[in-house]
Nanobody, 122 residues
Framework: QEQLVESGGGLVQAGGSLRLSCTAS????????MGWFRQFSGKEREFVAS??????NYADSVKGRFTLSRDNAKNTVYLQMDSLKPEDTALYYC?????????????????WGQGTQVTVSS
C-alpha cells in the first residue's frame, strides 16, 4: 500500500509563504497522479491542485498564488503557497491516484497523507 507523508504546514502571517511536501513510497511514483486538497472546519474536502497525464490544474481560488511541482527522483510532490490569505486556513492533504490522471474529485484518489495544518493570521 502506498504511504504518503506530509510536512511543511504551520502558522504564517497574511502575505507570507509556505511550502508543503508530500513523499510517497510503495509504488512507481512517476505513474501516480498527485493531488492537493484542503478541508475547512465543518466542510467537505475540496480540490486545490493536481498533476498527472491530464496536466497540472489549479482551483480558481489559488491560481496564480499556489504552484504544484514534483520531483520523481525523490518521490515527492510540493505545493508552494505564496501570498497566503486568512481564507487559506485549512487542513491540507496530499493524495495519490493510481489511474495517473490527477482528477478534481477526492473520490478519485486511492491514498491520502495524514494532513498538515496551515493557519494564516491577519
Amino acid at each position: 500500500q502506498e504511504q504518503l507523508v506530509e510536512s511543511g504546514g504551520g502558522l504564517v502571517q497574511a502575505g507570507g509563504s509556505l511550502r508543503l511536501s508530500c513523499t510517497a513510497s510503495g509504488r512507481t511514483f512517476s505513474d501516480l497522479g498527485m493531488g492537493w486538497f484542503r478541508q475547512f472546519s465543518g466542510k467537505e474536502r475540496e480540490f486545490v491542485a493536481s498533476n498527472g497525464w491530464r496536466g497540472t490544474n489549479y482551483a480558481d481560488s489559488v491560481k496564480g498564488r499556489f504552484t504544484l511541482s514534483r520531483d520523481n527522483a525523490k518521490n515527492t510532490v510540493y505545493l508552494q503557497m505564496d501570498s497566503l490569505k486568512p481564507e487559506d486556513t485549512a487542513l491540507y492533504y496530499c493524495a495519490a491516484d493510481r489511474s495517473g490522471g490527477g482528477w478534481y474529485s477526492s473520490s478519485s484518489y486511492d491514498y491520502w497523507g495524514q494532513g498538515t495544518q496551515v493557519t494564516v493570521s491577519s
